[in-house]
């Protein structure tokens, strides 16, 4: 059985392929993709805590299709998606940076919420995705960083199209030169803030310090980057993906406006119901063999965290929506050592949107047909129409 996802019915709703396919064959092939692709709850999360077999760091992937001693020039830096210890040493500096900025933001997100729902009332229908999900994380992370007011606009259009370019499987925008500009845009930032007193997270990365050993300011920069890169259009995606499983599912929506305590218990269904990081990448880094098929080194391995997150074997009744399921053991925010750093950010952006626009907009409908984007890494909508009341 061939793994064929880009077929109208896949893109609208990719569960029955990958129910077939975790059936007949867990671990696949897909010559298509070039590529294992893994459809099981239990090797996705076996894949996911093993660094020393499936490497995050993609630059494997170009060593082993050239092989031979590393290339003199190759500058040695350290990224969160760098093999253990480096990437250890990044995510506890990131860590240390970030927890206390995100307490601190923690009552803006719910202002900006109302901001930005501010700006719907009088308007009957709208686009969910551009009118309202996708400002909220950028505006956050432009907050987080202090990006001075009068480049906010620059910025957001920047991480807009960046934002993207983590999905290698969708070709809508040029991501690469968007990620050129903004790298220039944060190596201007951390150069103008190095050695200057303040609270932001650029400043808290550039003092953070791990055992005696300080981020590079280059390494500051790619860490800025990564946060747009991994923070953006996965939030979006979540608030947008969920609210229309909820307008698919009345009786949970008419549960969750009842009762907005639910809201906590709710993200996390909504994000194992329709995840946006669908799939994440791996490097073979050792030999390695997962049910009986044998994988080499610098072979990619595709772990289906969508598909996971459907697994019969983990979940009761895995395509049933259902806001207080207990437990929840999605893999939506991964797990282990690259487990996603923004993940309490965008638990409370994600709580703080969906239940507001619920109590806002008490006769919430769709307003026709969802479109998504024809990609399968990072699922998500391209437009949401909603009619508002
Ligand atoms: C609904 C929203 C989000 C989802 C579903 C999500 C999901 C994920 C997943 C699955 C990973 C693991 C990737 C891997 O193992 O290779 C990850 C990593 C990461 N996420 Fe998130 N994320 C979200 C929001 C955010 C936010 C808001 C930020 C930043 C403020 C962020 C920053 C990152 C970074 C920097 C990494 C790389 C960590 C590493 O490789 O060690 N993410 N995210």
Redesign the pocket.
Known sequence: MRFDPFTDEGIADPYPHYADLRAADPVHWSEKLRAWVLFRHDDVATA?RDDAHFS?DRRRASRAARPGPPQAAEPNLRT??SDPPD?LAV?AMLNAALVPRVRAIAPRIDAIVEELLADLIGRTEVDLVGDFAHAL?IRV?AELLEVPEAERGRFQELSGTIARGMDRFYGGDDASSGLREIGAYFVGLVGERTDTPGDDLVRRLLRAEHEGNRLAPLEVVATCA??VF??NE??VN?IANGTLALLRHPAELERLRADPSLAVAAVEEL?RYD???QF?SRVVAAPSELRGKALRPGDTVLLG?GPANRDPAVFAEPDRLDLTRAPNPHV???LG???????Q??RME?RAAIPALLARFPRLALAGEPMWRRTIILRGLERLPVRLG
Do not use: D, M, N, Q
């Not at 050592?337 to 993940?343: D, N, S, V, Y």
């Open positions: 996911l995050a969160v998606s990437c995510r994380p992370i990564a946060l991994g923070g996965t939030t979540l994000l995840t946006p990081p994440i965290i939506g925010f991964g050592t690259h487990f996603c750093p923004g993940a950010l965008s994600t």
